[in-house]
């Protein structure tokens, strides 16, 4: 019997640092370095996600057949190293600043993995910021043939691209370069609407219904969609090829100051926010459709942090000749690990393809002895159920009106909880979003949340007519329903929703299950396990600070309940 192949794939030095791990094609682990580290969105080398992957199949680096990173730096540093000098001498103070950093660490990626793996002799496959993410895509899609198309802020030149993916193979047909960015002006927004770049954009997306797109003409003097979907931005307006903040004076003579006091907003801003996710709208399906158009292919594969854009994602479903579109659910950076990996396994070793992804659910996990040894060593008080009880009570707290913190096996890869690594409360009353908002996830009370809805019932509520497993898509809810889960559903009565079902997720589908049986909907609202600013919890201890520091007022934990009133 032949050895198993073992591939890692790794992300880092931008933001969201990931580390991927195959096994003869397929993914057996795969994780955020920010899950260990506790540093949200952390850029660093993914030394500690590496050493997950890595004991997650019992091997150490000298068993590795190839390792590969998810971007060229070379080709990067041509991009920044040419930007300055075409802008010099205005972003000369951040070109001393970030220099030191290049020329110490990231120009010698190659031997920085090599210190890294220890034991580690074989070859390092750097791989196209962009074809990372296509590969990322396609190579997970159930698709033999599709078109691929990827939209972020900027890899190493391009900043949007497109292709057509076959059986083993990638061939990358058009792309767009820096500076002119769809997911650059999109991050300039978000900047001059106080939120932090590769973070806030999507509270932007969550702003928008608040809004109306009054400003888009105004937004079409600094940015042009051409019929191929590419834009074209006017530098006049922009600081970011300069190394500054996102935006200038004129860009601020253009629309106005921004908002006075963070999360604070006038009506202005908030159709500011509005018109930029409505041309980004505009942009996204210009794009699909041209791709449509140059391919003659129907199913569509998305990826990029723009591909995070879930209104986008529906625009495009509801607006091309695309019927099949698949967007993988780590579509930012940290899946460029994903990608990379496979992009070796398929297409550098001719290896065939494994169609087995469907639930992200690739990180770390325990066992109930480990859970039940934590709650001992640190005297919780606890009690301990049976599967089919454990969703009894359960369902019956959120029936309730509880708000329950929901740890279950492994946790997800990409910015999503998808019902291992959830907060869960009843959708019903409309008071449970500023509940979840302001006491628990300690967030801006605007902000949505999502609905897990029974597969085989979501078109009875919604808008919808595919599956959502991934929070990649909204849809609106039906007028007569949107009233009865006003929790989870925004202003505009749309909603981020994720169909969950029992074949792929049996124990949420059977919690889901249980609370229809008490209320009549096949619904529960979910975010993410954490609190504002921090990464989603990897582990029990994790789980329970965040469970004790906020006003949750349960948390399961595996087959555990941990009441806050027994604490």
């Not at 500011?272 to 129907?298: C, D, H, P, R, W």
């Not at 279950?408 to 009353?429: F, M, N, V």
């Amino acid at each position: 019997m032949a050895s198993p192949r073992y591939i890692l794939g790794i992300s880092c030095f931008y933001h969201d640092s990931a580390a991927c791990l195959l096994k003869d094609g397929e993914v057996i682990a795969a994780a955020h370095e920010e899950r260990f580290t506790r540093i949200k969105h952390d850029s660093a080398f993914p030394k500690r996600a590496i050493e997950f992957c890595l004991a997650e199949a019992g091997i150490t680096p000298a068993q590795l057949e190839l390792v590969g990173f998810y971007e060229k730096p070379f080709l990067k540093f041509d991009r920044i190293l040419m930007t300055f000098l075409s802008t010099w001498p205005r972003g000369a103070l951040t070109f001393l600043r970030i220099m030191p950093l290049w020329l110490r660490e990231r120009l010698w990626t190659r031997s920085t993995l090599k210190k890294e793996l220890p034991g580690y002799t074989g070859k390092i496959a750097f791989i196209e910021h962009h074809l990372s993410h296509a590969a990322s895509a396609f190579f997970c899609s159930p698709f033999d043939e599709s078109a691929v198309l990827t939209i972020d802020g900027v890899g190493e030149w391009t900043t949007a691209a497109w292709g057509i993916g076959r059986g083993t193979e990638i061939h990358m047909e058009e792309e767009m370069r820096f500076p002119h960015s769809l997911g650059l002006l999109y991050s300039t927004f978000t900047a001059y609407l106080g939120f932090k770049v590769n973070e806030g954009e999507y509270k932007v997306m969550g702003l928008a219904p608040y809004g109306e797109p009054k400003y888009l003409d105004k937004i079409r003097q600094i940015a042009h969609i051409h019929k191929d979907g590419s834009i074209w931005l006017d530098m006049r307006y922009f600081e970011y090829q300069h190394g500054h903040a996102s935006f200038g004076k004129k860009f601020v003579k253009l629309f106005g100051p921004p908002p006075k006091e963070r999360e604070k907003f006038s009506q202005h801003h908030l159709d500011v926010a509005a018109s930029i996710q409505k041309f980004t709208e505009e942009a996204m399906v210009t794009m699909a459709e041209y791709v449509q158009q140059k391919t003659g292919l129907t199913n569509l594969c998305l990826a990029g942090g723009v591909a995070l854009n879930c209104v986008g994602n529906s625009e495009i479903k509801n607006r091309t000749n695309f019927k099949n579109i698949f967007v993988q659910p780590a579509a930012g950076d940290a899946g460029g690990a994903l990608g990379a990996a496979y992009y070796i396994w398929n297409t550098i070793l001719e290896q065939p393809r494994n169609k087995n992804f469907t639930l992200p659910y690739f990180g770390s996990s325990v066992s109930n002895e480990v859970v039940e040894d934590f709650l001992k060593k640190n005297n919780i008080v606890y009690k301990k159920f049976e599967q089919d009880a454990l969703l009894r009570e359960s369902a019956q707290l959120l029936a309730d009106g509880k708000v329950l913190g929901w740890m279950q096996s492994r946790s997800e890869y990409g910015p999503r909880a998808l019902g291992h690594r959830s907060i869960l409360a009843d959708p019903r009353p409309e008071h449970m979003r500023n509940t979840v908002n302001l006491k628990i996830k300690f967030r801006e009370a605007f902000r949505p949340f999502a609905p897990s809805v029974i597969a085989e019932k979501a078109h009875e509520w919604f808008e919808f007519d595919q599956e959502s497993p991934y929070m990649l898509f909204t849809a609106q809810a039906h007028k007569d329903k949107a009233e009865q889960i006003p929790a989870v559903t925004h202003i505009d009565r749309s909603a981020r929703l994720q169909t969950v079902r029992h074949d792929h997720e049996p124990l949420y589908h059977g919690l889901i299950a249980e609370f229809e049986k008490l209320t009549g909907i096949p619904i529960i609202l979910n975010t993410s396990f954490n609190r504002k600013d921090e990464p989603i919890v990897e582990t029990p201890a994790d789980a329970y600070d965040c469970f004790m520091e906020t006003g949750m007022d349960a948390l399961v934990i595996h087959n555990f309940l941990i009441l806050k009133e027994r604490q």
